[in-house]
């Protein structure tokens, strides 16, 4: 049985850098293989998730050959790892790794063990020199390097918005392992807001809510906190967050907080937290353009030891806009493919090999996803959208909702109509004739309409 993770293993090595290989691959420990899936374990999410992103296809590739017949691999977190990242006290032995592949201590990501916060695991690929500066980024990136060089001097707290995959929590590790090597005597906690949510959740279960106030408010220099619009609605957590926030703030250590939104634009967000996340600076991030997408690729694929044609670059770079996650997982699957089958890069296989990320992008933009998006963030139901109900709470969202499918979809004023329960495609036309005047004047609907598309695909 182990053999297939062997061979599966020794598959990969001759096909991404030793770099890589030593960063995403040594690291997973097989659990068991069990009719056609091969379960693996990681320490924790951030390792999961990264490499389910990056490397599923060709971890699954990998043990189909090894085993002979189709397979796929399953990865998840250890659930002692999981219970121990979010105690701040037990300590626990480490687990045997399920495979003697021997394992560079530098690329096993420690859970924190002590109530310090050390030993948190940073993304190798994650720093300044990796990060790609356009238009888009330039002011989140400049803001960020001045965080890293004078914590707490410049701009405190330091807020980034942008939509998802364009290079936040990017940005947030980079400050980290900057000031590791540059202050490393700080003290710096790197904590999703999630993460932070459940750390209270425990602490309170446990009835150690004075060790944990202690560790975040008196051992800690720099708190670094991503995805902070998942605090929205979280009352007791935004409570204890707006305690730490006042002591570090208070007693001037530096704060970078990233979200999905503005300040302003967090639902169920309590006033105090909302003014002071308005303290500092706000500085956004923007899907890049096209010529940053090129440089982005190229840089990767540098990286990667990848081959990339610059006709290859440019049809990805037009291909995937708006979210730098899936452009650089575009690029992977690809040369993965291309390295299984031995056959080049060129525009014609990446046409192939990609067809049905266009396709999927296609579905993801439909009518029905545009209504869920616009439903969710004016908190209406779907339903009501289609419905006919004329009251304001329901017509306006209904307007920005028809707006938004035809501007970003390539629905004809009838299918829209359609779409919203059957209404006339004059209707549709008027809604949308009425949006696009209020646009001009309404500051608000505009940033309204501006958050809801950087949460669209694509
Ligand atoms: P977010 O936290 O905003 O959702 P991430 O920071 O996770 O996004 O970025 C998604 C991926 O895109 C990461 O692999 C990151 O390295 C990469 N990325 C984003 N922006 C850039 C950039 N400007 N240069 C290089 N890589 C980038
Ligand atoms: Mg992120």
Known sequence: MKEIWHNALAGIRARVTV????????????????????????????????????????????????????????????????????????????????????????????????????????????SFDTFVVGPANEMAHAAALAVAQDPARTFNPLFVYGGTGLGKTHLLHAIARSLRATHPELRIAYVSAEEFTNQVIKNIQRQS??????????????????????????????????????????????????????????????????????????????????????????????????????????????????????????????????????RALTVEFAQEALRDLVENRARALSIDSILKLVAEHFDVKVSDLRGARRHRAISQPRSVAMYLCRKHTQSSYPAIGKGFGGKDHSTVISACRKVKGALETDHTLRTEIEAIERKLPG
């Open 209 to 342: 809510m004075d060790a944990f106030r202690e560790r975040y408010r008196t051992r800690c220099d720099v708190l670094l906190m991503d995805d902070v619009h998942v605090l929205a609605g979280k009352e007791r957590t935004q409570e204890e967050f707006f305690y730490t926030f006042n002591a570090l703030h208070t007693a001037q250590k530096q704060i970078v907080l990233t979200s999905d939104k503005t300040p302003q634009e967090i639902p169920q967000l309590e006033e105090r937290l909302r003014s002071r996340f308005q303290w500092g600076l706000i500085t956004d991030i923007k899907a890049p353009q096209f010529e940053t997408r090129v440089a982005i690729l190229q840089s990767k694929a540098e990286r990667d030891g990848i081959e990339l044609p610059d006709a290859v670059a440019f049809y990805l770079a037009k291909l995937v806009r708006a979210n730098v996650r899936e452009l650089e997982g575009a690029l992977i699957r690809l040369s993965a493919y291309a390295g299984f089958r031995g």
């Open 19 to 126: 770099e890589n290989f030593n960063t995403y691959f040594r690291p997973l420990r097989l659990v068991v293989i069990a009719g056609d899936a091969v379960e693996l374990e990681v320490d924790d999410e951030f390792f999961r998730d990264w490499v389910r992103e990056h490397y599923q296809t060709l971890l699954d590739e990998a043990v189909t050959e090894a085993a002979g017949r189709p397979m796929h691999v399953d990865v998840r977190v250890s659930e002692r790892r999981k219970a121990n990242a979010l105690a701040t006290i037990d300590v626990e032995a480490d687990p045997e790794p399920a495979v003697d592949v021997p394992i560079d201590d530098a690329t096993v990501p420690a859970a924190p063990e002590t109530g310090d916060f050390a030993a948190f695991p940073l993304n190798p690929a994650y």
